[in-house]
């Protein structure tokens, strides 16, 4: 089994080539092995929150890979009466938090405070982390502060915790924020693989095992941000990695059914 924890439904930065509709996001699955994949809708966190809730909540009724994300904001607090959604459709199986897009930084306490309100009514939450070089709107140990209040949560860091490519130094992919993050990682916090470098540079999967060991890493790809084909890489690079099965195991799917509530 390869669950996929990290997607997208729609249109992602408004670009024609980034776009998947819940029938594509299925095709998606089938072509590249994944049985299940849970998505936010792309409408949610980049135009209008409540209609992108309500679409994804449309779509998920009507696939059967497809597992979803309510996108929360803080800023469009309106966006908390969407957390009904994980009591009136079960493949709703958490709640999504992009700082970035919604133009807030998470370690203010103002926002931080807002967001923490939401954490113990999910049994899960995916936080985008800033992993572009000079942004810290969701730094990575502040959601692991955050995930140290609420035991009960299970909390997901995307985009390996914030690698991020330097392009003034293009062959050295940063992962000091994965390092410092599981320094203080509690048994509820996990970090996804959402990230091209992942298959890019030779290294970067086993440093990033050697970092946060199996119990805390889960397979992510950032659909359809990554096609089909990129999804198989990314199943690929791990596959090849030299640690024992059950490790690979845990990183594929094993991890994902505790967070998703699938096992």
Avoid at 164 to 175: L, V
Wanted: glycine share 6%; proline share 6%; with cysteine.
């Amino acid at each position: 089994m390869i669950i996929d924890i990290h997607g997208h439904l729609g249109n992602i930065n408004f670009a024609p080539f980034w776009q998947a509709d819940a029938p594509a996001l299925e095709d998606y699955c089938r072509r590249s092995g994944v049985d299940y994949l849970c998505v936010s809708a792309s409408r949610a966190i980049m135009y209008d929150v409540r209609e992108g809730n309500r679409e994804l909540d449309a779509a998920l009724k009507a696939t059967e890979k497809l597992l979803g994300y309510v996108v929360y904001s803080p800023v469009f607090p309106e966006s908390e009466e969407d957390l009904s959604l994980l009591k009136t459709n079960d493949k709703f199986r958490g709640v999504k938090i992009h700082p970035d897009y919604h133009g807030y930084v998470l370690s203010t306490k103002s926002w931080r405070d807002k967001v923490e309100a939401v954490a113990d009514k999910t049994p899960a939450m995916l936080f985008h982390v800033s992993c572009m070089p000079g942004t810290g709107f969701s730094p990575a140990r502040t959601v692991a502060e955050i995930a140290a209040h609420h035991p009960g949560t299970k909390f997901v860091l995307a985009h390996m915790a914030g690698i991020y490519q330097n392009g003034h130094y293009p062959y050295f992919p940063n992962m000091d924020s994965l390092e410092d993050v599981m320094e203080i990682a509690g048994d509820n916090v996990y970090v996804d693989t959402a990230h091209f470098l992942m298959y890019v540079y030779p290294g970067v999967m086993e440093k990033m095992y050697r970092l946060a060991g199996a119990d805390h890493i889960v397979f992510g790809t950032d659909a359809p941000l990554q096609g089909p084909m990129q999804m198989r890489f990314a199943i690929e690079v791990i596959q090849a990695l030299d640690i024992p099965q059950a490790d690979k195991d845990k990183i594929l799917f094993r991890n994902a059914q505790r967070i998703l509530g699938l096992s």
